[in-house]
C-alpha cells in the first residue's frame, strides 16, 4: 500500500468572515465551485441600466452570485471537487487532476485539502506547490463589497423568461495580485428567473498572469439550484490562450462538483465514482494554510477601493546628491580659524552617492515600517575665502619690517599667505549608513496622500563612532493610473542637517593628534519633489525621485520587490 503524504497548513477566520473572492488566480491553478443564496424571481418589466441597485434587486442577485466568477470559496460550504487541467506549450501536453475538498465549521475556520492520485500529476510541474502558493495569496482577498463596476451594468430582455445581464469588474478594489480581473467582462444568463449560465472573457485584452502572456480567455459557468433554492456551480471550464516567452500556450480547466454537504439537504452525490476514489485510503492529501496576518485590517481597505500592495518588501535604492554648502564657522582641531578663512565668503560643493538595502513591512494597510544599511561616498570641494591674516600675525609678532620679510620668505617657497585668496580643497570620504522609517498613507480611488519618515546616521570607514543623525521627512500627493498601475505624486522633502557639521578624521601622523573639526553650516532644509512608481507584475516595482531646492538637488531610484 502506498504510504499516506500529509503535510497540516492551518486556516482560519472570525464568524463573520465570508472567503468571497478567490479569484481567477486560483481558477486557472484548480479553483473551488461555490454555493450561492440566489433565489431568482421572475423579471416582469425593464429597468435602466445605470440603476444598478435596482437592477439587483429586481432580479434576486446577490453579490454571493456576481462574485462566483472571482470566487470559489464562500462561507458555510462543505464540499468535494474533481479538477482536470491540460496544459499545451510550444506543441507540448500534460495534463493532471486533483480533488480539493473544503469544510468550514460553525466558527468560520476553513479547512482546504488538496487530494491527489500521484500518477495523475504533471512531473514536469510541482501543481501542488503551485496551488499552495497561490491560495495562500488569494485568500487575504476575501470579504470584497464591490468587486464589480455597477456603472457597466446593462440589461438584455431577450424574452420574459430570458434575461441578460453583463457587468465589468471594478478597476477599485483590485490588489496587484488580481489586478488583470479588471479586464474581464461577464455575460450572466437568467433563464425563468434563476441562474443559467455565466460567460468572463477578456475580450482581446491581454495581461501577465505569471510568466505566461494570456491574449485569449473565456470562462463558462453552467449554474443548478438545488432544493432549498440555494444556486451551485454545476460546472465550469476555462479556456486561455497566449505565450510563455515565444511559445505559444494553449491552456484548460475543467473543474466539476462532486459532492455537496447541506446541513438541511444532507449529502448531495453529483458523481459516485468520482467520490469513491477521492475515498481511496490511497490518495495522498496535502493541507493548505491561507490566512495570512499582514497588513491588518487589509480586506477594510480594499472594500473602499483602495489598493494595498503586498505585505513585505526588499528593495535596493541608488541616490545622487548635490550640495552647495555655505559656511558660518570653522574649528579645526579646537581652533577657531574665522580670521584666516571667511566664513561667509567660503562655499563647499558636496556629490553624495549613497546605496543602500532596505526591508519593510506593512502593519497596517496605512502604515509601513522598515530599516536599511548602506554606504554613502561623498566628494567634495571646499573653496575657502583665506583673509590673509598671517601678514599681521607676522608684523605683530616680528613688527613691520620683519613681518614683510617673513612674508616675502614663505611666498619664495611658493606659498603666499599674506595676501587674500581663495583656498582650494578636495575631500574624498566614506561612510557607513544605517537607518530606520516609517510611511502613513491614506487614499481613495485614484488619489493618495503620505507621509514618510525616516532617521539616519552615518560612520567613517574605519571609525568606531556614529555620527549625529538625519531626520528626513517626505509629504506627499498622487494619482495612480490604475489600467497602467502607475502612480505619480508631488510633495516636498525635509532634511534636518544640523547646522554644524562635527566629526573626526582619526589619529593624523604628521600632526601627532586625531583631527576633530567643527564647522558650522548653512543649508536650506526643504526641496521641492516629484515622481513616479510603476508596479511590474505583482511582485515588482519601479520608484524615481527628483528633489530640487535652492542649496540641493538629488534623484532616487528604487527597485523593489514585494511579496
Known amino acids: 500500500m502506498q504510504k499516506l503524504q500529509f503535510r497540516t497548513i492551518k486556516m482560519t477566520s472570525g464568524k463573520t468572515a465570508m472567503l468571497k473572492t478567490i479569484p481567477l488566480a486560483l481558477a486557472l491553478s484548480f479553483g473551488n465551485q461555490a454555493y450561492a443564496d440566489t433565489e431568482l424571481p421572475q423579471a416582469t418589466q425593464i429597468v435602466e441600466a445605470d440603476a444598478a441597485l435596482s437592477v439587483m434587486e429586481r432580479y434576486g442577485i446577490t453579490d454571493e452570485l456576481l462574485k462566483l466568477g472571482l470566487s470559489s470559496l464562500t462561507y458555510g460550504d462543505q464540499m468535494v471537487e474533481h479538477v482536470q487541467r491540460s496544459i499545451e506549450i510550444d506543441g507540448e501536453h500534460r495534463e493532471s487532476e486533483v480533488f480539493l475538498v473544503q469544510s468550514t465549521d460553525n466558527s468560520g475556520n476553513i479547512d482546504l485539502r488538496i487530494k491527489y492520485d500521484q500518477a495523475k500529476l504533471d512531473e514536469e510541474e510541482d501543481i501542488i506547490a503551485k496551488i499552495e502558493a497561490i491560495t495562500k495569496v488569494e485568500y487575504r482577498l476575501k470579504g470584497y463589497i464591490d468587486s464589480y463596476d455597477k456603472s457597466s451594468l446593462k440589461v438584455n430582455e431577450i424574452s420574459p423568461n430570458h434575461v441578460e445581464i453583463s457587468f465589468n469588474y471594478s478597476k477599485y478594489g483590485l490588489p496587484q495580485d488580481i489586478a488583470y480581473f479588471r479586464f474581464m467582462q461577464v455575460k450572466l444568463t437568467l433563464i425563468d428567473g434563476k441562474a443559467s449560465t455565466m460567460e468572463i472573457s477578456n475580450h482581446g485584452k491581454s495581461f501577465e ?118 559656511f558660518s564657522d570653522f574649528n579645526i582641531m579646537g581652533l577657531n580659524l574665522n580670521e584666516f578663512f571667511d566664513p561667509e565668503s567660503s562655499i563647499g560643493t558636496v556629490n553624495a552617492e549613497s546605496y543602500s538595502l532596505r ?96 532617521y539616519s546616521q552615518t560612520r567613517l570607514e574605519g571609525n568606531d563612532q556614529w555620527g549625529d543623525g538625519i531626520l528626513t521627512i517626505q509629504p506627499m500627493l498622487g494619482y495612480q493610473f490604475l489600467d497602467y498601475r502607475t502612480q505619480v505624486f508631488i510633495g516636498a522633502e525635509y532634511q534636518g542637517i544640523k547646522p554644524s557639521m562635527e566629526g573626526n578624521l582619526g589619529y593624523i601622523d604628521a600632526l601627532g593628534r586625531e583631527f576633530t573639526y567643527d564647522v558650522g553650516v548653512e543649508l536650506n532644509k526643504w526641496a521641492y519633489l516629484v515622481g513616479f512608481n510603476k508596479q511590474i507584475g505583482k511582485h515588482l516595482n519601479f520608484t524615481a525621485l527628483y528633489n530640487k531646492g535652492e542649496t540641493r538637488s538629488a534623484l532616487t531610484l528604487n527597485l523593489g520587490y514585494r511579496f
Open 209 to 326: 498572469y505569471g510568466d505566461y502572456r494570456v491574449t485569449d480567455y473565456v470562462q463558462n459557468i453552467t449554474f443548478d439550484t438545488l432544493l432549498n433554492g440555494k444556486t451551485i456551480v454545476k460546472q465550469k471550464t476555462i479556456q486561455a490562450k497566449g505565450n510563455k516567452g515565444k511559445k505559444p500556450l494553449n491552456y484548460m480547466v475543467k473543474l466539476k462538483p462532486v459532492a455537496f454537504y447541506d446541513d438541511m439537504l444532507g449529502v448531495l452525490v453529483m458523481d459516485q465514482e468520482l467520490l469513491s476514489s477521492v475515498s481511496d485510503p490511497r490518495i495522498r492529501e496535502e493541507k493548505v494554510d491561507l490566512d495570512r496576518l499582514f497588513p491588518i485590517l487589509g480586506d477594510l481597505v480594499r472594500q473602499q477601493g483602495i489598493d494595498v500592495p503586498l505585505p513585505f518588501g526588499f528593495s535596493v535604492a541608488y541616490r545622487n546628491q548635490d550640495m552647495d554648502v555655505g
Open 359 to 454: 526591508a519593510d513591512i506593512n502593519i497596517l494597510p496605512f502604515w509601513n515600517v522598515f530599516g536599511y544599511i548602506g554606504k554613502v561616498n561623498v566628494d567634495a570641494v571646499v573653496d575657502a575665502q583665506y583673509t590673509g591674516k598671517m601678514k599681521d600675525v607676522f608684523e605683530d609678532k616680528l613688527g613691520v619690517v620683519g613681518g614683510k620679510l617673513a612674508c616675502a620668505a614663505v611666498a619664495s617657497q611658493g606659498v603666499d599667505v599674506c595676501s587674500p585668496g581663495e583656498v582650494n580643497v578636495p575631500l574624498h570620504l566614506e561612510y557607513d549608513l544605517v537607518g530606520v522609517g516609517t510611511t502613513l498613507s491614506v487614499g481613495y480611488k485614484e488619489f493618495f496622500a503620505s507621509v514618510t519618515a525616516s
